[in-house]
């Protein structure tokens, strides 16, 4: 099973700051299969990113991914005030499929 | 566009069975992969496993022995049942669809969730 682990557990900025999110695999995602989730409390969890960089339909270009082998990024490029949640990234390049711990992005 | 929804039981007994069904709404179940995924309150989100609309499954193996997921094709819906319930199976439940590519498993769009308890 592929363990992925995301630093930082908490990232606490302004609105129209920069936000930089990892994503760390225990081995390699093969094919870059790497996914993004945006979730806020109560809700369920929305898909930003697939194949690593790929955005979802209607998700701003302000969400950039990258990243390939077992390190990958989440970018958002200017925090606006939807943007404060907790981003999961997911693997699905061998089963079982797995999640991530979450970075909590906060209003500082 | 496609719209899911779970239902089922909010309460369950210890050593019971977990049923839940999610009903696809605004597309046909045929051809893609469908998933069910938990989240424990609090917690981080884990995969149950996935059925594809001719009935085959693929199960994460720490539930494997818990777990059965089908499908009901005339009624555009896929079913959860988890057995021998805990209290750490108590989370909130959610179903998602995957793509019709076998390889391409990202999650869009999931379900609202629905709180399952697991007590006394």
């Known amino acids: 099973e592929i363990v992925l682990t995301q630093s930082p557990g908490t990232l606490s900025l302004s609105p129209g700051e920069r936000a930089t999110l990892s994503c760390r695999a225990s081995?390699?995602?093969?094919?870059?299969?790497l996914a993004w989730y945006q979730q806020k409390p109560g809700q369920a969890p929305r898909l930003l990113i697939y194949g690593a960089s790929s955005r979802a339909t209607v998700i701003p270009d302000r969400f950039s991914g990258s990243g390939s082998g077992t390190d990958f990024t989440l970018t958002i490029s200017r925090l606006e005030p939807e943007d404060f949640a907790v981003y999961y990234c997911q693997q699905y390049g061998s089963s079982p499929f797995t999640f991530g711990p979450g970075t909590k992005v906060d209003i500082k | 566009q496609v719209q899911l929804q779970e239902s089922g039981p909010g309460l369950v007994k210890p050593s019971e069975t977990l049923s839940l069904t999610c009903t696809v709404s605004?597309?046909?179940?045929?051809?893609?992969?469908w998933n069910w995924i938990r989240q424990p309150p609090g917690k981080g989100l884990e995969w149950i496993g996935y059925i594809y609309y001719t009935g085959s499954t693929n199960y994460n193996p720490s539930l494997k022995s818990r777990v059965t997921i089908s499908v009901d094709t005339s009624k555009n819906q896929f079913s959860l049942k988890l057995t021998s319930l805990t209290a750490a199976d108590t989370a909130v439940y959610y179903c998602?669809?995957?793509?019709?590519?076998?390889?391409?498993?990202?999650?869009?769009?999931w379900g609202q969730g629905t709180l399952v308890t697991v007590s006394s």
């Open positions: 998602a669809r995957s793509q019709w590519e076998p390889s391409w498993n990202w999650f869009d769009p």
């Open positions: 081995q390699s995602v093969s094919s870059s299969y």
């Open positions: 605004g597309g046909s179940i045929s051809s893609y992969y």
